[in-house]
């Protein structure tokens, strides 16, 4: 009994099923046939429909790239900017797009509002022209005495506390020379002090991984070298004087002049390039006899080298003004005697000035040094220039950084007050565009204004 039940139950579900299957069968080929009839205005239909959508989606993506334009803006008021490109600005503003100075006015209107910076002054970003920072162990190679292919750029870390320190002093742009342990120590380099390394790499940081030869016309090279004693270490060798830095130079430099020695690999390439004008001598010479040897060996090879030291430049103002050198000034401290024991005259910059020779202002502690120079005797102005706008010229990177204006990098500072008096305090310091020391003293939208 139960199984005839079980039996009938199942043939009226399959009944069911096959009904139903029927019925929908019967559906779709109706459907099918409706389809058929109107597949051209289909068709037709997609088509406008897919431009629609597609015109809607490109308006809505260059309305979301607008406004992400808009929120990467910055606009700084100062009531005081210091352009170095001109007359400052009091009060001034400067609106900030990409990385870049977009406009400096004394009123900037812009819709809408983008994020908005007060202080009281801002000057662009310091350009230190001689520094070390960054570099791992001793900064050179110490085997040889002679390392013109040395690579600078490849001895930097960028996790150096060195950048930190150098930020908070108010420095975005850095010429990294090598140890001056070496007679010909290698290339120096031209980089940010600050940058997103995760996303853009290393490189990202460099403006210039080879900028010039740096050699050293002073008595560095022969500090640990020994010439009467047993060959048990790599210092027994010359030079062991300054006769023989001159020697070893002008020895370098004959080689490379040799068609022969210009083949023979990496090593003379510098030095070629020295010699054919296309690459920049950095010589460190800080007594007058060595800025005078200096500038004997350049006439006699037909170079111009940037003079860096200088401390006794104030001696040989008439040679450095007869040869058109440039000068790499960081002896500006606070003591009497300098490097080498070298003499130092305060009021130097002041003969550099009037001699109307090009100089800037290096070293570490930037921002202290400028400041020291106005004591020394420049003017505000005259001070800031040296280490920002001239030192950017000297390294040959004026249309980028050094100033504030439209195109240029947007290196700013901002300080509490006169950047120039030491009662003023670094509020932030901005590498292309992005902030990247302390939190902003005042955020404002257009909301609040």
Same mark, same amino acid.
């Given at each position: 009994?139960?199984?005839?039940?079980?039996?009938?139950?199942?043939? +009226?579900?399959?009944?069911?099923? #096959?009904?139903?299957?029927?019925?929908?069968? @019967?559906?779709?080929?109706?459907?099918?046939?409706?389809?058929?009839?109107?597949?051209?205005?289909?068709?037709?239909?997609?088509?406008?429909?897919?431009?629609?959508?597609?015109?809607?989606?490109?308006?809505?993506?260059?309305?979301?790239?607008?406004?992400?334009?808009?929120?990467?803006?910055?606009?700084?008021?100062?009531?005081?900017?210091?352009?170095?490109?001109?007359?400052?600005?009091?009060?001034? %503003?400067?609106?900030?797009?990409?990385?870049?100075?977009?406009?400096?006015?004394?009123?900037?209107?812009?819709?809408?509002?983008?994020?908005?910076?007060?202080?009281?002054?801002?000057?662009?970003?310091?350009?230190?022209?001689?520094?070390?920072?960054? #570099?791992?162990?001793?900064?050179?190679?110490?085997?040889?005495?002679?390392? $013109?292919?040395?690579?600078?750029?490849?001895?930097?870390?960028?996790?150096?506390?060195?950048?930190? /320190?150098?930020?908070?002093?108010?420095?975005?742009?850095?010429?990294?020379?090598?140890?001056?342990?070496?007679?010909?120590?290698?290339? =120096?380099?031209?980089?940010?002090?600050?940058?997103?390394?995760?996303?853009?790499?290393?490189?990202?940081?460099?403006?210039?991984?080879?900028?010039?030869?740096?050699?050293?016309?002073?008595?560095?090279?022969?500090?640990?070298?020994?010439?009467?004693? +047993? $060959?048990?270490? &790599?210092?027994?060798?010359?030079?062991?004087?300054?006769?023989?830095?001159?020697?070893?130079?002008?020895?370098?430099?004959?080689?490379?002049?040799?068609?022969?020695?210009?083949?023979?690999?990496?090593?003379?390439?510098? #030095?070629?390039?020295?010699?054919?004008?296309?690459?920049?001598?950095?010589?460190?010479?800080?007594?007058?006899?060595?800025?005078?040897?200096?500038?004997?060996?350049?006439? /006699?090879?037909?170079?111009?080298?940037?003079?860096?030291?200088?401390?006794?430049?104030?001696?040989?103002?008439?040679?450095?003004?007869?040869?058109?050198?440039?000068? &790499?000034?960081?002896?500006?401290?606070?003591?009497?005697?300098?490097?080498?024991?070298?003499?130092?005259?305060?009021?130097?910059?002041?003969?550099?000035?009037?001699?109307?020779?090009?100089?800037?202002?290096?070293?570490?502690?930037?921002?202290?040094?400028?400041?020291?120079?106005?004591?020394?005797? #420049?003017?505000?102005?005259?001070? %800031?220039?040296?280490? =920002? @706008?001239?030192?950017?010229?000297?390294?040959?990177?004026?249309?980028?950084?050094?100033?504030?204006? $439209?195109?240029?990098?947007?290196?700013? &500072?901002?300080?509490?007050?006169?950047?120039?008096?030491?009662?003023?305090?670094?509020?932030?310091? %901005?590498?292309?565009?992005?902030?990247?020391?302390?939190?902003?003293?005042?955020?404002?939208?257009?909301?609040?204004?």
């Amino acid at each position: 009994m139960n199984r005839n039940l079980i039996s009938y139950a199942w043939h +009226r579900s399959a009944a069911g099923i #096959l009904t139903a299957v029927a019925t929908l069968a @019967r559906a779709w080929t109706r459907r099918l046939a409706t389809i058929a009839i109107s597949h051209r205005r289909m068709r037709l239909a997609n088509a406008v429909l897919a431009t629609v959508f597609l015109t809607i989606s490109f308006a809505a993506q260059t309305n979301a790239g607008e406004n992400d334009a808009e929120s990467d803006a910055v606009l700084i008021r100062a009531n005081h900017v210091h352009t170095m490109d001109g007359e400052s600005l009091s009060p001034g %503003m400067i609106l900030v797009r990409d990385g870049k100075i977009a406009e400096v006015a004394a009123e900037i209107s812009v819709d809408p509002m983008p994020k908005l910076i007060d202080v009281d002054s801002v000057m662009p970003g310091l350009v230190n022209a001689q520094s070390t920072a960054g #570099l791992v162990g001793s900064g050179g190679e110490a085997s040889r005495e002679v390392t $013109p292919e040395f690579d600078t750029a490849g001895m930097i870390d960028f996790d150096s506390r060195d950048f930190l /320190e150098a930020l908070d002093g108010g420095e975005t742009t850095i010429h990294v020379m090598p140890s001056t342990e070496n007679v010909i120590a290698g290339w =120096t380099c031209l980089l940010k002090t600050a940058g997103d390394l995760k996303q853009s790499g290393a490189s990202s940081r460099f403006i210039e991984t080879k900028q010039g030869v740096a050699i050293s016309m002073c008595s560095d090279p022969t500090g640990r070298n020994r010439s009467r004693s +047993r $060959p048990d270490s &790599i210092y027994v060798r010359q030079p062991t004087n300054r006769m023989g830095v001159v020697w070893i130079l002008r020895n370098q430099l004959q080689q490379a002049q040799s068609p022969v020695k210009k083949a023979s690999g990496n090593a003379t390439l510098p #030095l070629a390039k020295v010699l054919s004008g296309k690459t920049t001598v950095f010589g460190v010479s800080r007594t007058a006899f060595d800025i005078q040897s200096l500038l004997t060996i350049a006439d /006699e090879f037909s170079f111009k080298p940037i003079l860096v030291g200088g401390h006794e430049a104030y001696d040989v103002i008439d040679e450095l003004a007869a040869e058109e050198t440039s000068v &790499i000034y960081t002896a500006v401290e606070a003591g009497a005697i300098g490097s080498e024991r070298s003499e130092l005259f305060w009021a130097t910059p002041l003969r550099l000035r009037d001699a109307k020779i090009p100089f800037c202002i290096a070293g570490d502690g930037l921002l202290t040094r400028m400041r020291l120079a106005v004591r020394y005797g #420049l003017s505000a102005d005259e001070a %800031m220039a040296a280490v =920002t @706008r001239d030192a950017a010229t000297i390294l040959g990177l004026e249309e980028r950084v050094g100033m504030i204006s $439209p195109g240029r990098d947007a290196d700013l &500072i901002g300080f509490s007050g006169t950047p120039t008096q030491p009662t003023s305090s670094v509020q932030w310091v %901005m590498v292309n565009g992005q902030q990247v020391k302390h939190a902003l003293k005042t955020t404002k939208t257009a909301n609040d204004s």
